[in-house]
């Protein structure tokens, strides 16, 4: 039967036998590999001549192999055209590093007929144009340009890509219109327009897309796009005649500038299941944007974002959203309570309605919300007890309920007992007024894994059985209460926490035994915790070896010498162990930080940890002072990448070494209180990005450099006070624009004070709060890259006594102490322009004339001592402006006249202008009538002829030449014979020339 039915076959049907089976045997897959065409691999070779590749993504295409083995490309099995080119750039989270290729996009990409799949995503094409000829690959399906810096306008030949069902154009720099043509993509089911600079009309074209399901649309830089047919711009109302495609399920026009409300064409958008529309400044009334949603959306509508708006109003009932699994109403102006007949969606998973004025507790619909999984009302001002909290939610949502987020809110109370909610694994009650006493027998969430309580003002003890039930705690915050964590000697926790923080709980007064059970942290913040004891072996162990990313147990009385082990293999964070009583020297694998704080103990040798060679180094901030540090400075600062150095408060002598200089990112250097001598280092000018230079309390000498005006624009803290400078004060010193705080105090500065001291343009001009911020500087390490701020402090002669300011105090503080040097000539009139000044010093000096007669515009003056000078005249009547004026101090110099009236000026004690003979008037005695006037007092003074110097002068010269001649005749006789001679010849002398005179007038 076989052999007749093939004998009966035609040789054409045979043939097309013989064809399907050649086929199929090419089709099969590892029969037969496919080879890409010669035009095609041709193309690809002009395609990357045209490109550079730093990072070797192209290394595979090479002649030697067949183009559809390159990296990026696959070709159909059927034919060998390529069918998709796959380039996005690759991001490294491990080394922060992206592979990427940049250039130009070459022409020849036109062979590539077939292609349905392109994706250039996240290269660097800057100032270049979308190339017009993609719109010739008329078979794409997916296109993806977005995050390569593409600039001018979409192409119009675009909307002839009639296949094309994904276009991704996202963070370019993309202006102009969007081209209607775009309209004509039928088949489109994806588009992503944010964060572009378009302007114009919304196409009424996009209304044709009836298979596009999701749209993202905003975040533009600052192109100005306008919304339909009505022609309202993204930062206007968004019109009630808008219409979206039939089958739109995705809508995203945050980060935009919409006003007022969502219109009833949102609510008729059947399809309808994610609308985001977050970052706008959308200002309708709550309850109103919920009934324009209530169309036959309500039924679609899954996911609802309208966070970060200024949308007002209460919380209205939300039960007609049958389908509604998520909803963001976080970072808006809600206020008001939620009333009890409030009712959520039945499928409702996800509720945020963080960062509003919402006020009250919750209501019991809350609780019977049986799918609700994550509930967010942090940021507001709910104020019921905790335990009513608790209560309200113990319906049906105890077993659903996993994420608890009840921060920063008023809720007062105490903890109560929580074991009910089966299911909670988070739960944040954070920076609350919850108080009183732990109950002995409460317990937690049996599948509890965070736990974060600080910032209350709890108290009692937890125990081994507050705890027992929860294996799975990762997340213990518990810091800034007053509690006792009293755990027997022998207990091991259930649990291995990863972040531990504990600040100012009692754990002491030993070291707690049951944290050396903890193996996995990697967070860990005992600081404040009475433990007075040494730190175990054990535990020292376990920061050398493990990877743990911070540590603080700062402000303890821990004692002891820290033991030396191998280096790490990845560096802390942050490693603070300030304020104990460590000693020895320090230990070189410390050095295997970022942030490293060891302040405040008895450390005595820093030489082999400040030099100690590593692979590579990671330390950005180190903080050595008020330690017992001693010799000299060690030169090793070669390699360093220190951005904030603190050695102050120590016993280091001798010169500051010059490899210092080399420090070229260093911000803050702190040589305080310390007995460094010799001059400032010439190479320290490389240091350009300082902010704080402080080397006050030294003996240091030498001229001030001039380099430190010219090279230091950057600071805003000078500190050299207290030292052995002399010289002039270099006019480059003006160059400082930035500077706030100028202390040279106690040294011999002379000369006069620079009248350019009205170029420090931050003490005249007023800053406003949010002009203030803090110093930062970036880190870039093999495990951490990222910005990093960090607070100064500084200390300042303030009101009689040595005070330090630290964050937003000091960056508000404008203060010049030029006190105790030997500072001549008048004050420069220039000084009443710096009017931002809040603390002026120039007292034990010896400067001369008036005080500037428009003192007064300084208004912020709340120090102002002029004491020990040699100013003459009267005060100011000026003076009485300054209403801020705490501490006066005018003593002991010239001054004369009537002390202006006013309530400040009189407030103050008369030692305020003691010793200024010729000044009166309250507080000091009343004024009499014959007093010399105040014309003849400055002409005495001014010219200084007859001051008290002059008449002390003259009686000492006049007792000292009496005794030199009188008292060498008095005692050598010789000398009194030959003075007597001497005056006999010469009345003989007078007596005969007055005898011929006379003779010769006859």
Same mark, same amino acid.
């Given at each position: ?12 049907? /045979? ?69 998709? %080119? ?49 719109? $010739? ?114 809508? #995203? ?24 529309? !977050? ?19 309500? &039924? ?165 059985? &507050? ?13 800034? @209460? ?93 490693? !603070?162990?300030?304020? @104990? ?58 390699? $360093? ?17 010059? #490899? ?16 460094? !001598? &010799? ?18 309390? @030294?003996?240091? #000498? ?92 500084? /200390? ?49 000096? @010896? ?13 912020? %003056?709340?120090?102002?001592?002029? $004491? ?38 009189? #407030? ?95």
């Amino acid at each position: 039967m076989i052999s007749t039915r093939v004998s009966m076959m035609s040789p054409i049907g /045979f043939k097309v036998i013989i064809f399907m089976l050649c086929l199929a045997f090419q089709v099969v897959p590892g029969e037969q590999e496919m080879r890409c065409l010669q035009r095609e691999r041709e193309a690809l070779l002009q395609f990357k001549a045209s490109l550079l590749d730093p990072n070797g993504m192209l290394s595979s295409w090479t002649t030697a192999t067949d183009c559809c083995q390159w990296k990026g490309i696959l070709c159909s099995n059927l034919t060998g055209n390529i069918v998709s %080119l796959d380039l996005h750039a690759e991001y490294d989270y491990e080394t922060y590093s992206r592979s990427y290729i940049r250039g130009e996009i070459h022409e020849s990409l036109i062979e590539l007929q077939q292609l349905k799949y392109l994706n250039l995503s996240s290269n660097y094409f800057p100032d270049s144009h979308i190339p017009d000829f993609l719109a $010739s690959l008329c078979n794409l399906r997916f296109l993806d340009l977005s995050q390569c810096e593409f600039v001018g306008k979409i192409p119009n030949q675009f909307g002839s890509l009639s296949h094309l069902k994904y276009l991704n154009l996202e963070w370019n720099y993309l202006e102009g219109s969007i081209p209607p043509q775009l309209g004509n993509l039928s088949k489109l089911e994806y588009l992503d327009l944010r964060w572009n600079k378009f302007e114009g009309n919304l196409p009424s074209q996009f209304g044709n897309l009836s298979k596009l399901q999701k749209f993202y649309l905003g975040g533009s830089y600052d192109g100005v796009l306008e919304i339909n047919d009505g022609g309202n711009r993204l930062n206007g109302k968004i019109t009630e005649d808008i219409k979206f495609p039939s089958q739109l399920g995705f809508l #995203s026009i945050s980060s935009n500038f919409l006003e007022g409300g969502i219109p009833k064409s949102f609510g008729n958008a059947c399809a309808l299941r994610t609308l985001y529309m !977050t970052n706008n400044n959308l200002t309708d009334d709550f309850s109103m944007i919920i009934h324009h949603l209530s169309g036959c959306a309500r &039924h679609s509508l899954q996911e609802l974002n309208l966070g970060e708006n200024q949308i007002s109003g209460t919380f209205p009932d939300l039960s007609v959203f049958s389908a509604l699994k998520s909803l963001d109403i976080s970072e808006n102006r809600l206020s008001g309570k939620i009333t009890e007949d409030i009712k959520l969606p039945s499928q409702l998973e996800f509720l945020s309605i963080s960062s509003n004025f919402l006020e009250g507790g919750i209501p019991k619909s809350f609780g019977n919300a049986c799918a609700l999984r994550t509930l967010v009302m942090a940021d507001n001002k709910f104020n019921d007890e905790f335990s009513m909290i608790t209560h309200q939610l113990s319906g049906c949502a105890k077993y659903s309920l996993k994420q608890l987020y009840l921060s920063n809110n008023k809720i007062s109370g105490t903890l109560p007992n929580l074991s009910m909610f089966s299911s909670l694994k988070k739960l944040y009650v954070d920076r609350n007024r919850l108080n009183g006493e732990i109950h002995r027998y409460i317990q937690f969430p049996p599948q509890l894994e965070e736990l974060d309580m600080q910032s209350n003002s709890l108290n009692g003890e937890f125990t081994d059985y &507050h705890f027992v039930n929860i294996s799975k705690l990762s997340y213990l915050e518990l810091s800034d @209460n007053s509690l006792t964590l009293t755990f027997t000697k022998k207990w091991i926790p259930p649990f291995q926490l990863r972040y531990i923080l504990l600040r100012s709980c009692m754990l002491g007064p030993t070291f707690p035994k049951w944290l050396q059970t903890q193996n996995n942290f990697v967070d860990l913040d005992i600081s404040n915790a009475g433990i007075s004891n040494t730190v175990p072996r054990l535990f020292w162990e376990k920061l050398a070896s493990r990877n743990v990313f911070s540590i603080n147990i700062s402000n303890n009385n821990l004692h002891g010498i820290i033991p030396n082990f191998a280096g790490r293999d990845a560096p802390f964070l942050s490693l !603070t162990l300030a304020s @104990n009583q460590f000693e020895g020297p320090i230990p070189t694998f410390l050095r295997s930080s970022i942030f490293l704080d060891l302040s405040n103990n008895n450390f005595t040798d820093s030489l082999s940890f400040l030099c100690a060679c590593g692979s590579e180094e990671e330390l950005y901030q180190l903080d050595l002072s008020n330690n017992q540090l001693s010799g000299q400075i060690p030169d090793c600062w070669s390699h $360093s990448k220190l951005a904030y150095l603190d050695l102050s408060h120590n016993k280091f002598s001798g010169k500051i070494p010059n #490899s210092l200089g080399s420090l070229l990112g260093l911000q803050a250097l702190l040589l305080r209180n310390n007995n460094l !001598t &010799h001059e400032i280092p010439f190479s320290l000018r490389h240091c350009t990005k300082l902010v704080k230079l402080d080397m006050s309390g @030294n003996k240091l #000498s030498g001229h001030i450099p001039a380099w430190i005006g010219s090279e230091m624009q950057k600071l805003q803290i000078l500190g050299l006070g207290r030292n052995h400078f002399s010289g002039i004060l270099p006019l480059q010193i003006c160059y400082l624009k930035n500077i706030q705080i100028l202390d040279l105090s106690l040294n011999n500065l002379t000369g006069k004070i620079p009248a350019c001291i009205n170029n420090f343009t931050s003490m005249a001009y007023k800053k406003f709060s949010s002009d203030y911020g803090h110093y930062w500087y970036f880190v870039n390490t093999s495990s951490f890259r990222n910005n990093h701020s960090y607070e100064l402090d500084a /200390f300042l002669m303030w009101k009689g006594s040595e005070q330090m300011f630290k964050s937003t105090g000091l960056l508000l503080l404008k203060d010049i102490d030029l006190s105790s040097n030997n500072f001549s000539e008048e004050v420069p009139v220039e000084m009443e322009s710096l009017v931002e000044l809040i603390s002026l010093n120039l007292s034990r000096n @010896n400067l001369i004339g008036k005080i500037p007669s428009n003192i007064g515009k300084l208004k912020s %003056l709340e120090f102002l001592d002029l $004491s020990r000078n040699k100013f003459v005249g009267s005060i100011p009547l000026s003076l009485n402006q300054i209403d801020r004026l705490t501490m006066l101090d005018l003593s002991h110099n010239y001054l004369g006249g009537v002390i202006p009236t006013s309530t400040q000026l009189q #407030s103050f004690n008369a030692s305020s202008y003691e010793d200024n003979l010729n000044l009166c008037g309250p507080p000091l005695e009343k004024c009499i009538d014959d007093e010399p006037t105040e014309e003849a007092i400055v002409k005495i003074d001014e010219y200084s002829l007859f001051g008290h110097e002059f008449y002390i002068g003259m009686v000492l010269g006049f007792v000292i030449s009496f005794w030199t001649v009188f008292g060498t005749i008095l005692f050598k006789q010789s000398w009194r014979h030959a003075y007597f001679k001497f005056l006999n010849n010469l009345s003989d002398e007078i007596h005969v020339m007055i005898a011929m005179k006379f003779k010769w007038c006859k």
